[in-house]
């Protein structure tokens, strides 16, 4: 029996608990801080036991990331003892909300940062009793404090607290990210700081290098831990996240350079500025000029001091930071697919993860797109019925970042960069023939000028066209369930060129296909029309890889278990270079090109043409 008429013998509510089933087959797993017993703790204080931190005070040249030793020592040392890294550093009952008057709150009420065992950097300390090991730190607005646990994460004991450390002007604006505004000559830049409205007014000091700078004013948002929806996002992963604010940079001149800083006036006058930064205005829409797009999804952050190592958490998440960053005056635009932080419930996580990527997001645009473990959550209006996003339904992905959404709860979006036009799916919400979802697309592939802008991609989260991973082919569809049926007549009427995906852990291509046949038998030197659209897994970005199927298809041309990314570089109208590069050494494995003319894009093929008429 067909799978579509499998699917259209079901009832929907079938459909969706067979979404649930796979979802949970194929997550990627729970958070190495949900692991932690906090509801468990209990006190083992020791006098002898202690823990000390140097420097004490971080940051003093203006820096947003320092390390420092953490030293420690227990006279009952043990395998299972561990470093934690707390902020506020005030972790204590005291802290937790008084939900209960008839019931104690726990010792710890909130999850660490971040945590190592002690024997990470210090092998002979179960001999010795004595330890040193390194952390990095980031500027949070908060002060810090580390913690000896012994028991383990599944039964901790507080042994021992450290001295308090804290930045120099904690409240001070960080981590600028850029993203496109809603018309082409527009920038965005959306920043965090410890100032709410009350204390200073946030602007952008900016203008062109060399040139005359101007002041735009700022917007400013945040949230409290009663717009999460569950737990752990509205219990033990809740921290403060501060505010966060976006200013408008407008009328920019096509492919100018800029200056900017970012800037907060308090009331006596005093103005608080982070460094000087800069990027380069985007080209006109059907500009002809070189441009080059980064495409990936499931990063994650990474930790450079080891902490979660052991968990085998977004292993490769700073080895792709780092490509990016190596080859970042050969990059203009990027695009994070989805699954942005793996934060899932934990909100400090999105502050670490925006300092790791502020070389790049403060230089070049980074667009985002939503996936499940940004939105997720039951009950929500989402489309899948988990609990991906650790309770966050939404609200950190909607508030940390830009993105030219008319509405940004629903986060589908168009952005044009020169002579790309690019789609951006949600696909943690209804995209079927009749929502609201499948209007935009069409709208958004039908209403583009393909004569200045001859390069149609379509970007989602999950994969709604091709993979050959072994979650989708156990369920028998190689996508997501009910993912082209509606949307490949789209893709084939307004010849989209390429559609990429996340979701998936590891790399694919596919032949140009529509309906699961390759309208073409050419691997890697397109001429003329495609007559179809190429699919590509780029979910290789970070996150723990994904298994292949062992099935070959006929439309599958290149697979690889490893992770990396996608480079698109636009020579002009009529060509375009095609590289998936491996975080490991930033060097292409595979790579294709599409050389053509107007007319090829004019060119009618099965289902992409409208009725004629023979009247003369």
């Given at each position: ?115 190592k065992y002690t024997n990470y950097t210090s092998p ?31 039964n901790p004991k507080l042994v021992a607290v450290s ?390 298809t006929t439309w599958s041309i290149y697979k690889d ?56």
């Amino acid at each position: 029996m067909g799978r579509k008429r499998v699917l259209k013998m079901c009832t929907l509510a079938y459909v969706l608990l067979g979404l649930a089933s796979l979802q949970e087959a194929m997550s990627h797993g729970v958070h190495p801080l949900s692991k932690i017993a906090t509801h468990k703790t209990t006190y083992a204080f020791d006098d002898r036991a202690y823990v000390n931190v140097t420097p004490t005070v971080l940051g003093a040249k203006g820096e947003t990331t320092v390390w420092v030793t953490v030293d420690f020592s227990s006279p009952t040392p043990s395998n299972d003892d561990w470093i934690a890294v707390f902020s506020p550093a005030n972790f204590s009952a005291a802290t937790c909300p008084k939900d209960n008057p008839y019931v104690l709150p726990p010792l710890l009420c909130t999850a660490p940062l971040k945590y190592k065992y002690t024997n990470y950097t210090s092998p002979n300390y179960t001999k010795t009793g004595k330890g040193s090991m390194k952390f990095q730190l980031i500027k949070q607005r908060l002060d810090i404090s580390f913690a000896l646990f012994t028991g383990g994460i599944s039964n901790p004991k507080l042994v021992a607290v450290s001295n308090k450390v804290a930045f120099v002007n904690p409240n001070a604006p960080v981590y600028p990210r850029l993203a496109q505004g809603k018309v082409w000559n527009e920038m965005t830049v959306t920043w965090t700081s410890g100032y709410g409205i009350d204390e200073a007014e946030p602007f952008v000091e900016w203008g062109p290098k060399g040139g005359a700078q101007v002041r735009s004013p700022a917007g400013t948002l945040t949230f409290d831990q009663n717009t999460m929806c569950a737990a752990p996002a509205r219990t033990v992963g809740w921290r403060d996240p501060g505010y966060i604010h976006t200013s408008f940079l407008k009328e920019l001149w096509p492919n100018k350079g800029y200056t900017y800083k970012l800037g907060h006036k308090l009331f006596n006058g005093t103005c608080i500025w982070s460094q000087e930064y800069w990027f380069r205005a985007s080209p006109y829409p059907g500009q002809n000029s070189l441009q080059r797009v980064i495409i990936f999804g499931d990063m994650g952050k990474g930790e450079a001091d080891g902490s979660f190592e052991f968990e085998d958490f977004q292993p490769a998440s700073l080895n792709t930071t780092k490509q990016l960053i190596e080859d970042l005056n050969n990059i203009d635009i990027v695009f994070h697919i989805g699954d942005i932080v793996y934060a899932m419930g934990y909100i400090a996580q999105w502050d670490q993860f925006t300092s790791q990527i502020e070389p790049i997001a403060s230089t070049k645009p980074y667009m985002i797109g939503s996936g499940n473990h940004e939105r997720d959550w039951p009950g929500t209006g989402s489309f899948y019925q988990n609990m991906d996003s650790g309770g966050e339904c939404g609200v950190l992905a909607e508030n940390m970042f830009y993105v030219p959404a008319e509405n940004r709860a629903n986060f589908w979006y168009s952005t044009d960069y020169g002579m790309f036009r690019f789609c951006v799916a949600h696909t943690e919400l209804d995209w079927r023939e009749g929502s609201e979802q499948y209007k935009f697309i069409e709208n958004c592939l039908a209403s583009v000028d393909r004569q200045r802008q001859p390069w149609l991609i379509f970007l989602a989260h999950r994969v709604l066209g091709y993979s050959s991973v072994d979650f989708y082919v156990q369920e028998g569809s190689f996508e997501e369930p009910m993912g082209r049926e509606d949307l490949q007549k789209l893709w084939q009427r307004y010849k989209v060129d390429i559609a990429l995906y996340g979701h998936v852990h590891n790399y694919e291509r596919s032949c140009p296909v529509y309906e699961n046949i390759c309208t073409s038998q050419e691997k890697h030197n397109y001429i003329g029309p495609l007559k179809g659209t190429i699919h590509v897994i780029a979910g290789g970005g970070g996150a723990s890889l994904h298994e292949f199927a062992p099935i070959n298809t006929t439309w599958s041309i290149y697979k690889d278990y490893d992770y990396g990314f996608v480079k698109l570089t636009a020579f002009d109208h009529s060509h375009l270079l095609f590289e998936y590069k491996k975080s490991r050494d930033g060097k292409v494995y595979d790579s294709f090109t599409i050389s053509r003319d107007y007319r090829d894009i004019l060119t009618c093929t099965v289902d992409s043409c409208p009725e004629v008429t023979l009247a003369q």
